[in-house]
């Protein structure tokens, strides 16, 4: 099976040509064109992008089974849970997420349900604190900044 | 004479009390990041380097501490190879072959000390290899014009891959997606290019989230993947008993592992895998009949370690005088230099000299912490090998969304990052190689500067690129350094299967 090569390859040439494109709508810099403008490198990478990838459609490697079933849907739960980390750290506050996102993580990935928040916790305030108070650095609070010591 | 003189300039730097202080976090951290699975040393230096900004260290400090960062990791990728038969990153796979034999039969805390004793003679002599080589190197490289700089950066990339790697146009193919990247931004005649009027885009896109994502993030996701949460069964270590006769036994081995090393590690394109390597079989051809290989035999334990921390030495010529670094792990250590506002490469060594010698005098007193450190200390170490990975790996994920967080104070960031490490993760699935894109990002303003530079002066004629001897030269080498694995890597390549294959029991 070698259809991971070719899909990506062709997906390369379409970004080559976009990104070739891309330069040829650049504007003119002020002072006239020079010798290399602001288009030439782009051109250079997308001809050696777009021939590499040629390559990889003639002579592509065997292909490395991607994790469809459960795994799949495991590696889902990992990058949403990163992206809601990421999204409620300021509303939340840096403890409150960092306990719900590093303890859904330690879950997932087969650690007991008490444990896994447990060390979620620990290492949100340990953090917090070092950060805070050692470092220098503030983390958002966000829920529990009614903590905050005025 | 003239480089004593900067060497006792840079002791005078690296021997300040908080220089100190930082080198010997940085060497406990270093042993820990190499030590601890799912934690390369390129991976553990990149989590580092916005905490280093956090703490507001000057550049030579924030350069001595990831400088013993990265020198403790190398001393550290070989805990777990002796203990779990798993080499921390490619190059400690040699020490695995009789490492892990020996831990075996109840010697596993010898097969430390000798692994330690001997990671610290390769790094001594590649340092020492460094401080002679390196000023010459500058020197030489202050003859080069900008179009044998565009030159060196294609020969960069052409080697990247080393004559092992598997197949040089995925490398090439890699670089270019990094340059691409790299174009981002506006450039220096005031052009926006490919920003699409995000604001955020207008400064380019800052390469320590990309290195942070495409290494860490997508980390996590084959761990997750190969549900290997669990870690591994690990081995209990027996009290230390080595006399002076074992360490003088493996003296020969370490001296012929260094010096090998630290060739392998200059020279482009081979790296530490090559230098462990060689240093394996070469003991092995030299030791001969007289030797036991692949069932614990001590000198098969010094070779390839001291090889390997030559090797990571040596790399640090070409990635100091040139700016060109020869593996992920130097080219993180490339964006610390480029963040912190030094260029790196032959004026380098004019220009911020306490800088320089103060971190090659770091790497030798860092060797000398290490190896203090290493032989008592290594109970500690081993007790945290056994966290399982589905403990730690959240939690260094969570490091790295500090660090980046702590850099802008904007969650825009945290979402590149994790974009970032969802492409690392598809990208390794293609074995297309992660390194060559951290270098196109790096690499890209100055080769395309440099490319500027060529064309003006030669007003646009495409032909100074390769008009001089030293540019023709650098193109060869670039060329070969893509054909070579075609016609050598496979042959390499089977050999070095063959001697891992053999080496224990249940290697994976």
Known sequence: ?????????????????????????????????????????????????????????????????????????????????????????????????????????????????????????????VVFLIFNYALGLALPLGLLSFLEVG | ?????????????????????????????????????????????????????????????????????????????????????????????????????????????????????????????????????????????????????????LLAFATLGGITGKNPVKTVVAACIGLMIATVGIDTTGVQRYTFNVLELYEGVDFIIAIVGLFAISELLFFIEDKAGGGKEKMTVNKLTLSWKDIREIMPSS???????????????????LGSFIGYTLEKKIVGKKGYFGQGDPRGVAGPEAGNNGASSGALVPMLTLGVPGSGTTAVLLALLISLNITPGPLMFTQNADIVWGVIAALLIGNFLLLVLNIPLVGIFVKLLSVPPMYLLPIVTMIAFVGIYSISNTTFDLYFMVAFGVAGYVLRKLEIPLVPVILGLLLGPEMEKNLRHAMDISDGDWTVLWNSGLAIGLWVFAGLGLILPYIVGPILRRRMKVATGTGGPESD
């Open chain 2, 1 to 153: 004479m003239e480089t004593l003189g900067y060497l006792m300039d840079g002791f005078a730097v690296a021997l300040a009390p908080h220089n100190l202080m930082f080198a010997l976090l940085g060497a406990f951290l270093g042993t820990l990041i190499g030590a601890l699975p799912g934690l390369g040393p390129a991976n553990g230096v990149a989590i580092l380097i916005p905490l280093a900004f956090t703490l507001g260290l000057q550049p030579e400090t924030a350069l001595i501490m990831l400088t013993s960062v990265y020198a403790g990791a190398m001393y550290g990728g070989r805990i777990s190879s002796i203990l779990l038969n798993i080499p921390g990153d490619e190059p400690a796979m040699m020490t695995c072959l009789d490492g892990y034999p020996m831990a075996q039969k109840g010697k596993a805390a010898e097969a430390l000390a000798i692994s330690a004793v001997a990671s610290f003679m390769g790094s001594l002599i590649a340092t020492i290899g460094l401080i002679l080589l390196a000023p010459l190197l500058a020197d030489f490289a202050l003859t080069f014009g900008p179009a044998e700089y565009f030159a060196l950066f």
């Open chain 2, 255 to 273: 001296i012929r592992g260094g010096i090998l090393g630290f060739i392998a590690g200059v020279l482009p394109g081979a790296g530490a895998s």
């Open chain 1, 1 to 125: 099976m070698t259809f991971n090569d070719r899909i990506f390859g062709v997906l390369m040439i379409v970004l080559a040509v976009a990104y070739g494109w891309g330069a040829s709508q650049f504007p003119v810099p002020f002072g006239g064109s020079e010798a290399v403008g602001p288009e030439t490198f782009p051109y250079l990478l997308a001809v050696v992008l777009g021939l590499s990838s040629l390559y990889l459609i003639v002579r592509p490697d065997p292909d490395n089974a991607w994790p469809w079933s459960r795994t799949g849907i495991e590696l889902v739960i990992a990058v949403v849970v990163l992206l809601l980390y990421t999204a409620l750290l300021q509303p939340l506050g840096f403890i409150i997420s960092t306990t719900l996102a590093v303890g859904t993580l330690c879950w997932r990935m087969g650690a007991s349900l008490p444990k896994a928040y447990v060390t979620g916790a620990v290492a949100g305030v």
